[in-house]
């Protein structure tokens, strides 16, 4: 879908964006050789073509932040699949919602294995996992995951960066990630299923009064928040791009 992309092209809105789509062009190679059937004026055709050819070798060169500056945010589910193997789904765990709280777990999933970051453990390495991708997705990522880790570790957030909760909205699923996980009928597992952020505080405090099996189960919660991230993307993907090839 990010080859379909016209509107992240500094002055080039969606009115103009689904002008060229709706003309049968097909991506940006095909926009090159076919860009004159476009009724322009001369300095949309101008900034179009010079920000075609300025993406391609941007794409080419693996520049995902050329991306993450330029594209809405609740289009950045585009960049999805040309950045997949680079991708990482992120969600962390805190003391609580106010200003003074802090991460107590970060969660990384890669599409392959899981890895955990816990604070008073292991959580300084984090930024080094972070690192290794161009894309990360999360739920909610954008107020509440993504602050918080760069607010802990400034300049570690560099990233093309999907929040889920907006394109879900786009296509009609609304409400918290569990929510969500239940209307896609994703299930949790026994010792999960019924827990909620607040129980995941809780849980945090009980591992801090000695209880190590409350930080296994807070463990568990928050694997299943990444995985199920990806599976979430996966399942609504095809539904986002469908939405779009209405204009198309």
């Known amino acids: ?21 709706k ?10 050789k076919n860009h004159d059937i476009i009724r322009l004026p001369r300095a949309k055709k101008r900034t179009l073509l010079s920000g075609v050819e300025e993406s391609i070798e941007q794409l080419s060169a693996g520049n995902h932040l050329f991306f993450a500056t330029r594209l809405p945010a609740a289009l950045r589910w585009r960049a999805y699949q040309v950045f997949r193997e680079k991708t990482a789904y992120v969600d962390i765990e805190t003391t609580g919602l106010s200003a003074e709280s802090r991460i107590t777990l970060i969660g990384i999933y890669n599409g392959k294995d899981t890895k955990t970051f816990i604070r008073g453990i292991n959580i300084e390495e ?12 999360t739920f909610n990522g954008a107020r509440f995951d993504l602050p918080f880790i760069e607010h802990e570790f400034p300049g570690t957030v560099s990233h093309l960066h999907i929040d889920l909760l907006y394109p879900l909205k786009k296509i ?49 919660y928050n694997e299943e928040d990444v995985r199920n991230l990806e599976k ?6 095809p539904g986002l791009i469908e939405k779009e090839m209405k204009f198309m």
């Not at 379909?4 to 002008?19: A, K, L, M």
């Not at 003309?23 to 090159?32: F, N, P, Q, V």
């Not at 609304?174 to 019924?194: D, P, V």
């Not at 979430?232 to 993907?237: G, H, L, P, R």
């Open 126 to 137: 984090a930024p080094s996992e972070l690192s290794k991708y161009k894309q990360l997705i």
């Open 232 to 237: 979430i993307m996966e399942m609504v993907y």
């Open 1 to 21: 879908m990010l080859k379909n992309t016209y509107i992240h092209i500094p002055g080039i809105g969606s009115t103009i964006e689904q002008r060229i789509w």
């Open 172 to 220: 009609g699923y609304s409400g918290g990630l569990k929510k969500i996980e239940n209307t896609l009928g994703i299930n949790r597992s026994k010792e999960t299923a019924s827990l909620t952020g607040l129980d995941a505080v809780r849980l945090w405090r009980r591992y801090e009064h000695g209880d190590e099996s409350s930080l296994d189960l807070l463990i568990e």
């Open 23 to 32: 003309s049968g062009i097909k991506g940006w190679e095909d926009y090159l």
